[in-house]
Antibody, heavy 120, light 107 residues
Framework: QVQLQESGPGLLKPSETLSLTCTVS????????WSWIRQPAGKGLEWIGR???????NYSPSLKSRVTMSVDTSKNQFSLNLSSVTAADTAVYYC??????????????WGQGTQVTVSS | DIQMTQSPSSLSASVGDRVTITCRAS??????LNWYQQKPGKAPKLLIY???SLQSGVPSRLSGSGSGTDFTLTISSLQPEDFATYYC?????????FGPGTKVDIK
């Protein structure tokens, strides 16, 4: 059973770079898309972007200028960097695998989520 | 970007009730529509993918239907463990987008 676990600093100052890693266990990271999704407290879900195991990426246009994703297949990990953070980036950050069948994609499983707070 | 809307934003229901949640896309997305359930402090859980396919392990009292722009999630007989927030999500094109959620609570 594939499991995902996010890790990284929980508290950042404005203008710093958010760096999170998602470690995949119980299965290979290969041949899947892997996404980052965030959720501010009490609000809905926002897709940040995804990376394929070849390194190909798609980012949300609203965050594209600040987002970089990478993958390390040898460690079964993928990562998110979000630069120049502000209080608006405070949220729970989830990593998720994109399950698929033909052209159908869905997010499953998800990591448990990690709280990131941006405050001076 | 494809905008997703849901109605109602919240509802109160009793155990045993039939509950229907509606999701609408701003353009046709065929059946590229997924449903998730989220409980407080937990990650979302996939319920239904491709509009109407039930994820393994999800009770059959849940069902999804629709195509194009209009979709529904139905719970045929609400159980205590179904009180949660439900989100739809389109996988037709990036950026993937979610609906704002529907909170189902106890009447």
């Amino acid at each position: 059973q594939v499991q995902l676990q996010e890790s990284g600093p929980g508290l950042l100052k404005p203008s710093e770079t958010l760096s999170l890693t998602c470690t995949v266990s119980g299965g290979s990271i290969s041949n899947f898309y892997w996404s980052w999704i965030r959720q501010p407290a009490g609000k809905g879900l926002e897709w940040i972007g995804r990376i394929y195991t070849t390194g190909s990426t798609n980012y949300s246009p609203s965050l594209k200028s600040r987002v970089t994703m990478s993958v390390d297949t040898s460690k079964n990990q993928f990562s998110l960097n979000l630069s120049s953070v502000t209080a608006a980036d405070t949220a729970v950050y989830y990593c998720a695998r994109e399950g698929h069948s033909s052209n159908w994609y869905w997010f499953d499983p998800w990591g448990q989520g990690t709280q990131v707070t941006v405050s001076s | 970007d494809i905008q997703m809307t849901q109605s109602p934003s919240s509802l109160s229901a009793s155990v045993g009730d039939r509950v229907t949640i509606t999701c609408r896309a701003s353009q046709s997305i065929s059946s590229y529509l997924n449903w998730y359930q989220q409980k407080p402090g937990k990650a979302p859980k996939l319920l239904i993918y491709a509009g109407s396919s039930l994820q393994s392990g999800v009770p059959s009292r849940l069902s999804g239907s629709g195509s194009g722009t209009d979709f529904t999630l139905t719970i045929s007989s609400l159980q205590p463990e179904d009180f949660a927030t439900y989100y739809c999500q389109q996988s037709y094109s990036t950026p993937f987008t979610f609906g704002p959620g529907t909170k189902v609570d106890i009447k």
